[in-house]
């Protein structure tokens, strides 16, 4: 049983940082790409950023130039470093991974969210 475990969330000011991290755990033969997503109250989940595991990486036009997505393979976790955060950033954030349980099976499997806050 594979699952992928959050954590970094948080209470932040406007202007503050949060890393957000996530890792696999399981029966684990692969990773493929990475990502984090988030849903704000009301709103669809979006798309933040993306990492494969050649580390080539995209981001949210939102979030360009203020979060950095990571990962350590060793690990296998994924970390987004969210920088400059300013209060339309506030939601739950998801993380997601591509990853072969065994040599025929591939599935996307979902974090359980950890809850980002950004406010005075």
């Known amino acids: 049983q594979v699952q992928l475990m959050e954590s970094g969330g948080g209470l932040v000011q406007p202007g503050g940082s949060l890393r957000l991290s996530c890792a696999a755990s399981?029966?684990?033969?692969?990773?493929?790409?990475m990502g984090w997503y988030r849903q704000a109250p009301g709103k669809q989940r979006e798309l933040v950023a993306t990492?494969?595991?050649?580390?080539?990486?995209n981001y949210a036009d939102s979030v360009k130039g203020r979060f950095t997505i990571s990962r350590d393979n060793a690990k296998n976790t994924v970390y987004l470093q969210m920088n400059s955060l300013q209060p339309e950033d506030t939601a739950v954030y998801y993380c997601?991974?591509?990853?072969?349980?065994?040599?025929?099976?591939?599935?996307?499997?979902w974090g359980q969210g950890t809850q980002v806050t950004v406010s005075s």
């Open positions: 997601n991974a591509q990853i072969r349980e065994s040599p025929i099976v591939v599935a996307p499997y």
């Open positions: 399981g029966s684990i033969f692969a990773i493929y790409g």
């Open positions: 990492i494969t595991s050649g580390r080539s990486t």
